[in-house]
């Protein structure tokens, strides 16, 4: 089975700086996909950043980046020019490539961030 | 267009009852699966449902149950509340193929069991 560790409980950057939030899994598969999801106060989960898996390169979206390391098993967040919406708990998940019985997120236990003026 | 839909967003039940959760997913998806978030456990997935057939279930006891509508709409229902079940209740949307381009959620039905 797949687990996905999200070690850092909370995490706290000054506005306009950069922060990065760590997630590390494991799988026996070699095809799956990654992603960075946000949860706000208002509950409903956003999607920050997918990334798949047979991509050697990292996935961006504007001021979101990931480091993608395959062999380690690490798939961390880069938040650039943090601001104040930032704040909100963020999950990584992981999903195998394969439907079916595998169709599912595996999500880590989420980190808190705050963001200071 | 329109986002995934749950309904209702909050709800208070007493032990024993039964209820039942309503999920609309974006037009055009046809996978539609259920998640628990609970401060304790986290987000677990519950079930998925595909063209309305159950495609994947996670380990829940039998009390939870759901099913698809041909319109791809959702429900969940959760027979015999206990306690323990008080969560905010996920529902996801996505096209359901093998290439993922990431599930849409919603803003989730807040159950309070007492």
């Known amino acids: 089975a797949q687990t996905v560790t999200q070690s850092q409980p909370e995490m706290s950057v000054q506005e306009a700086e950069t922060v990065t939030l760590s997630c590390t899994y494991d799988?026996?598969?070699?095809?799956?996909?990654l992603f960075w999801y946000k949860q706000p106060p208002s509950r409903q989960m956003i999607l920050v950043i997918r990334?798949?898996?047979?991509?050697?390169q990292n996935a961006t979206e504007n001021r979101f980046s990931v480091n993608f390391q395959k062999a380690a098993k690490s798939f961390s967040l880069k938040i650039s020019d943090s601001q104040l919406g930032d704040a909100a708990m963020y999950f990584c998940a992981y999903r195998s490539a394969s439907t079916g019985a595998n169709s599912k997120l595996t999500f880590g236990k989420g980190i808190t961030l705050s963001v200071r003026p | 267009k329109a986002g995934v839909t749950q309904t209702p967003r909050y709800l208070i039940k007493t032990r024993g009852q039964q209820v039942t959760l309503s999920c609309s997913p974006i037009?055009?998806?046809?996978?539609v699966s259920w998640y628990q978030q609970t401060p304790g456990q986290g987000l677990q997935f519950l079930f998925e449902y595909f063209s309305e057939t159950q495609r994947n279930k996670g380990n829940f006891p039998g009390r939870f149950s759901g099913r698809q509508f041909s319109n791809s709409r959702s429900e969940m229902n959760v027979s015999t509340l206990e306690l323990g079940d008080s969560a905010l209740y996920l529902c996801?949307?996505?096209?359901?193929?093998?290439?993922?381009?990431?599930?849409?959620f919603g803003s989730g039905t807040r159950l309070t069991v007492v």
């Open positions: 990334q798949e898996a047979y991509k050697q």
């Open positions: 799988t026996s598969e070699s095809d799956y996909y």
């Open positions: 037009s055009g998806h046809r996978s």
């Open positions: 996801a949307s996505s096209l359901g193929g093998a290439e993922q381009m990431g599930y849409t």
